[in-house]
Every structure is written in structure tokens, then in C-alpha cells.
T-cell receptor
Framework: DTAVSQTPKYLVTQMGNDKSIKCEQN?????MYWYKQDSKKFLKIMFS???????INETVPNRFSPKSPDKAHLNLHINSLELGDSAVYFC?????????FGPGTRLTVL | GENVEQHPSTLSVQEGDSAVIKCTYS??????FPWYKQELGKRPQLIID?????GEKKDQRIAVTLNKTAKHFSLHITETQPEDSAVYFC?????????????????FGTGTLLAVQP
């Protein structure tokens, strides 16, 4: 299937832990993004990458570190998790302006 | 920075009626306006988009209109069906094309929960 995929789908962890979310797209797009959707459904961009290069960093705490090993993958590592990090994290990729979203990872920090 | 306001936050219509969702953006340089539909527990899915050189675009029961002067754009759904029930998001972007679109930051509205009553 051609798509944007993310793992894991659900992630439940304790405060203070470090966790990673992985994203892969096989659409051949050069650009990938991470978005955060909070409990009120508000969608906000966190990062964008173009061909492994960081382009947008939206004043996200430096506990969040994206990594792009190649243009088809964009992973998100989060250190020292806090309660406020609980949200759904969406990966997306784009060609030109049109963005396609992954299925999301629901992160719950206890 | 760019800000997108979306109204109403909730909308309930009878099956077969029309639904209209309105958005206003702040940055006059915005030139790309997509609409996403998000069903419960699912990903946002692009349903229609419009660029600033066009005033209206239609795709079957869905249409989007853009008023650049007023910085308004709207989603119109006709002959609504229960499966149209979802959260709808508008967004605005300043698309420069630089870095293959990576600088095209989508700013989303706050969403509209549409409920279509059978």
C-alpha cells in the first residue's frame, strides 16, 4: 500500500521516560512533518524536513528531537516525558503544498 | 504570525440539508487553502483545496469559495449524509515552493464538529 505509516499506534508511558515514534512514507515525497493534536483537537505543526534537512522548528521544547535518516523516514524522539506531552502525534508528507497524514500515535503520559 | 479562525465549532444539520463552515485567515500572503475531514480516531484526510488564483472549486457535493479581499474561505457541503459526520478543519499556508514545500507551514483552524442527523 502506498501510504504514510507510523508506529506505534498507542504509547502509554510514565513521566520522565524517553520514547520514540517512527514514521515512514512510500509516496516518494521529499518533505515530511510532525504535528501535535491536543485534547481539544487543535492541530499544530512541530517540525518539517526536506530531504533529511530540518526546515521548520516551531518553538518546540528541545526535549523533542526529530531525526530523518533518509527522506522516506522521519522519527520523533521525546526525552523526559511530561504530562502535557499527552496528545496524538501525526506524521505527514507532502508534494508541493498537499500534505498527507499518517494514522497518528496516541501518546499517554501517566 | 498567521492565524486562522474557524466557525462554527459545532454544526448539526438534518440529512439532505446543506452545511457551511467558514474560515478567516490573517496573513494576506497565504496562497493555499486545504480542507481536511477527520473522523473519530482517524487521520485528517484532504477533501478539497483551493489556491489563491481561483475563487471557487467544486467536487461533487463539496465546494470551497475564497474571497481574498476579505481573507475568508468557506466549505459548502450539499445534500449531507450521515457519513459526512466528522470534524472538519480548514488551513492556510504560505507556499513558497522552497525546499519542495517544506516551508509551506499549514496553519489549521480550530475545527468544526459536523453532525448529520438521519
Amino acid at each position: 500500500d502506498t501510504a504514510v505509516s507510523q508506529t506505534p499506534k498507542y504509547l502509554v508511558t510514565q513521566m520522565g521516560n524517553d520514547k520514540s515514534i517512527k514514521c515512514e512514507q512510500n509516496l516518494g515525497h521529499d518533505t515530511m512533518y510532525w504535528y501535535k493534536q491536543d485534547s481539544k483537537k487543535f492541530l499544530k505543526i512541530m517540525f518539517s524536513y526536506n530531504n533529511k534537512e530540518l526546515i521548520i522548528n516551531e518553538t518546540v521544547p528541545n526535549r523533542f528531537s526529530p531525526k530523518s535518516p533518509d527522506k522516506a523516514h522521519l522519527n520523533l524522539h521525546i526525552n523526559s516525558l511530561e504530562l502535557g506531552d499527552s496528545a496524538v502525534y501525526f506524521c505527514a508528507s507532502s508534494v508541493s503544498n498537499t500534505q498527507y497524514f499518517g494514522p497518528g500515535t496516541r501518546l499517554t503520559v501517566l | 504570525g498567521e492565524n486562522v479562525e474557524q466557525h462554527p465549532s459545532t454544526l448539526s444539520v438534518q440529512e439532505g440539508d446543506s452545511a457551511v463552515i467558514k474560515c478567516t485567515y490573517s496573513d494576506s500572503a497565504s496562497n493555499y487553502f486545504p480542507w481536511y475531514k477527520q473522523e473519530l480516531g482517524k487521520r485528517p484526510q484532504l477533501i478539497i483545496d483551493i489556491r489563491s488564483n481561483v475563487g471557487e472549486k467544486k467536487d461533487q457535493r463539496i465546494a470551497v469559495t475564497l474571497n481574498k479581499t476579505a481573507k475568508h474561505f468557506s466549505l459548502h457541503i450539499t445534500e449531507t449524509q450521515p457519513e459526512d459526520s466528522a470534524v472538519y478543519f480548514c488551513a492556510a499556508s504560505i507556499g513558497s515552493g522552497v525546499y519542495g514545500g517544506a516551508t509551506n507551514k499549514l496553519i489549521f483552524g480550530t475545527g468544526t464538529l459536523l453532525a448529520v442527523q438521519p
